[in-house]
C-alpha cells in the first residue's frame, strides 16, 4: 500500500475520504479504514455507537473498537468521535482502558466532542424493555416491530437527542451540578416511561446517576473537546482527514431498509451532520462491499440462504457478531443493494473484503435484480421493508475457484474466476474495485489499479 496522502490535481491540498459499508455492516471496514490511515493525519467518526465493531488485526493481535476510531492504532494520527455519534462514557473508558493496556497509546490522539449525545444506563433498558415487548407480541425476534437491536441503547439515546429536553450530551458530564440538574427532569419521566413498556428495573436516583457519571466525564475530561473547530483548523492548517462510517449504508434511518434500521444516517450522507464538516470537502469515498452478504438482527434480506450453503459462508467467514456475537445471517452478493448504496453514498471505488471466504465453491451466485411476488423483475433497491415482502432473487451464476486466497498479494495471483468475479462487480455497479482483502492480516490487503472488468 503506499504511503502518499492523495491530492488535489488542481489545488495540491489534501483529498479527504470517507469509508462506508455498502451492505448491512461487518463488511471489514476497520481493516480498510487500519490501512488507509497511514494516508491521513485526523480519522473521523461521525455516526453510530457503541453498536459498531470494528476488528482489526495488527501482526498477532486482534483488536475488537466500539466506539474509538481504528486509527489509535496507528501513532501520530487524531482520532475523532464526532458530534454524530453517541456515547456510552463507561464503554469509552474501558475502551481506552484495554488499548492502554495492550501499549496502544491515548491521550491527545483522541478528541470526543462536547456535542456527542450520551447513552445512558436507562436507554439500554427502555432498549432491552421496548424489543421484549415486541417479540413477546409476535412471538419471535425480528418478526413484527422488534428491530432485533444490539441492545445497546443507541435508538432511544438518539431519540432523546430529538426530543432535546431529555437530552445529555458529553459536555454536559463536565459540569456535576448541571448534569443533576438534567438528571432530576429526566428521571421521574424515564421510571415512568420504563414501567410503561413492562421493565423491572431499579429505581433511577438522579444523585447516584450524576456522581457515576460526572466521575465518568472527569477521567474524559482531556478528550472532551469542540471537534468542529478542531477538524476545521486541522483542515486549514492542510492536515487530511478519512472518515470513517460506523453501522452501513444499508442500516441508515433514512435510507436503509426501514425500520429495520440504525438510528442514525450511517451513508456518507451523515458525514456533514454528524462532524461538521460539507459534504463538499469530501474528495473520495470508498465504499467497502464483502464479497458475499450479511446482516444481523431482522428485516428483509432477498439473497439470504438458510441451508448449509449459508451455514459453510457463516463458518468460513467467522460470521458472529462483533458486538453481541450473534450468528449473522449469512447470503449471496446482492449487487441491486451495492449498486444502491454506490449511488446514495456517492462511492468512488469498492474495497472488496473477504473474497478468500468462497474459495472452495464450484458456483457462485450473485444477485442483479429482484422478482417481486405478481413475477415483475425491478433492478431498484426499495429501502421499505414492508415494500420488499415476497422479493426473490434473479441471479447470474459464475463459476467459483478452488484454491485458497490467503496468500494472494496481487491481483494477478487470484485465480481467473476470482477476477472475474470482481470484473463481474464493476461492470454491472460501474465503479472499480480498487482494493481487495483476502484475509484478516495487515499484509492480505492488496491496491489494484487496473480494472477486473477489462481481464473479463
Ligand atoms: P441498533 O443500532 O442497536 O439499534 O440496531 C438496529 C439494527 O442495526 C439491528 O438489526 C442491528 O443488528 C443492526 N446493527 C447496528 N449496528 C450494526 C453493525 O455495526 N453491524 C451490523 N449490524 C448492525
Known amino acids: 500500500m503506499s504511503q502518499i496522502t ?15 459499508g455498502l451492505q448491512w455492516g461487518d463488511e471489514g471496514k476497520g481493516k480498510i479504514v487500519d490501512l488507509l490511515t497511514s494516508r491521513y493525519d485526523c480519522i473521523v467518526r461521525y455516526n453510530g455507537g457503541a453498536n459498531a465493531g470494528h476488528t482489526v488485526q495488527v501482526g498477532k493481535e486482534r483488536y475488537a473498537l466500539h466506539l474509538i476510531p481504528s486509527g489509535i492504532l496507528s501513532s501520530g494520527k487524531i482520532n475523532i468521535v464526532g458530534n454524530g455519534v453517541v456515547v456510552d462514557p463507561e464503554k469509552v473508558l474501558d475502551e481506552i482502558d484495554g488499548l492502554r493496556a495492550r501499549g496502544v497509546e491515548v491521550g491527545a490522539n483522541l478528541r470526543i466532542s462536547d456535542r456527542a449525545h450520551v447513552v445512558m444506563p436507562y436507554h439500554k433498558d427502555q432498549d432491552a424493555a421496548l ?74 436516583v438522579p444523585k447516584e446517576l450524576a456522581d457515576r457519571f460526572a466521575a465518568a466525564g472527569e477521567r474524559l475530561r482531556p478528550h472532551i473537546d469542540d471537534t468542529v473547530y478542531l477538524l476545521h483548523d486541522q483542515i486549514r492548517a492542510g492536515r487530511s482527514v478519512l472518515f470513517e462510517g460506523a453501522n452501513a449504508c444499508l442500516l441508515d434511518i433514512d435510507h436503509g431498509t426501514f425500520p429495520y434500521v440504525t438510528s442514525s444516517n450511517c451513508s456518507t450522507l451523515g458525514i456533514p451532520a454528524g462532524s461538521g464538516v460539507p459534504g463538499r470537502m469530501i474528495g473520495k469515498v470508498y465504499g467497502i462491499m464483502k464479497a458475499y452478504s450479511t446482516r444481523v438482527g431482522g428485516g428483509p434480506f432477498v439473497t439470504e440462504l438458510l441451508d448449509a450453503t449459508g451455514e459453510r459462508i457463516r463458518q468460513r467467514g467467522r460470521e458472529y457478531g462483533t458486538t453481541t456475537g450473534r450468528p449473522r445471517r449469512c447470503g449471496w452478493l446482492d449487487l441491486v443493494a451495492v449498486k444502491y448504496s454506490v449511488m446514495v453514498c456517492g462511492a468512488d471505488a469498492i474495497a472488496c473484503t473477504l473474497l478468500d471466504v468462497l474459495s472452495g465453491f464450484d458456483e457462485l451466485k ?16 426499495i429501502p421499505d421493508a414492508e415494500r420488499m415482502h415476497g422479493f426473490t432473487p434473479v441471479y447470474e451464476t459464475l463459476p467459483g475457484w478452488q484454491r485458497e486466497l490467503g496468500t494472494c498479494t496481487d491481483r494477478d495471483d487470484l485465480p481467473v474466476e476470482a477476477r472475474r468475479y470482481l470484473g463481474f462487480v464493476e461492470e454491472f455497479v460501474g465503479i472499480p474495485v480498487e482494493l481487495v482483502s483476502v484475509g484478516p492480516e495487515r499484509t492480505q490487503t492488496f491496491e489494484s489499479n487496473e480494472r477486473f472488468a477489462a481481464m473479463r
Open 131 to 204: 424489543e421484549e415487548l415486541l417479540e413477546k407480541r409476535s412471538g419471535k425476534a425480528g418478526a413484527s416491530g422488534s428491530i432485533g437491536t444490539t441492545r445497546r441503547g443507541i435508538g432511544p439515546a438518539y431519540s432523546d437527542k430529538v426530543r432535546r429536553s431529555t437530552a445529555l450530551r458529553m459536555g454536559d458530564l463536565l459540569d456535576h451540578a448541571l448534569l443533576l440538574r438534567k438528571l432530576d427532569a429526566i428521571c421521574g419521566l424515564r421510571m415512568a416511561e420504563l414501567e410503561a413498556l413492562g421493565a423491572t428495573v431499579k429505581p433511577l
Open 366 to 381: 450473485i444477485c442483479t435484480g429482484y422478482r417481486r411476488a405478481d413475477g415483475t423483475v425491478t433492478d431498484r433497491f
Open 6 to 20: 492523495p491530492t488535489s490535481k488542481r489545488s495540491g491540498t489534501p483529498v479527504h475520504a470517507a469509508v462506508v
